[in-house]
């Protein structure tokens, strides 16, 4: 079993920046590929980003593409997902996800997340 937690989210200005943790419990981080989701009020939830277990290959939403960067600190067992030049449309709930399992083809499908974090508010105001 594998718990997650997500910090760092909070209100800022279009343009600000944000940085968002994610903490897993376990000794097992580094058998895990590790993915941010998020879900604004009304829509679905929808693929972010994702990092690779060994290699540490991203992979993007290519609405965050350029601005967003996901990377893992296996020492701290902490995935993190810097956001830059945020824009009013980035706000949200924003979630951490693993799974033991990857293909490239289901990089953005949710149903294939394992293990959620109960999610952290970002806004971003105009």
């Known amino acids: 079993q594998v718990q997650l937690v997500e910090s760092g989210g909070g209100l800022v200005q279009a343009g600000g920046s944000l940085r968002l943790s994610c903490a897993a419990s376990?000794?097992?981080?580094?058998?895990?590929?590790w993915g941010w989701f998020r879900q604004a009020p009304g829509k679905e939830r929808e693929f972010v980003a994702t990092?690779?277990?060994?290699?540490?290959?991203?992979y993007y939403a290519d609405s965050v593409k350029g601005r967003f960067t996901i990377s893992r600190d296996n020492a701290k067992n902490t995935a993190s997902l810097q956001m830059n030049s945020l824009k009013p449309e980035d706000t949200a709930v924003y979630y951490c996800?693993?799974?033991?399992?990857?293909?490239?083809?289901?990089?953005?499908?949710?149903?294939?997340?394992?293990?959620w974090g109960q999610g952290t508010q970002v806004t971003v105001s105009s």
């Open positions: 996800a693993a799974r033991r399992l990857i293909t490239i083809a289901t990089i953005d499908d949710i149903t294939k997340y394992d293990y």
């Open positions: 376990g000794r097992t981080f580094n058998s895990y590929h």
């Open positions: 990092i690779t277990r060994s290699a540490g290959t991203t």
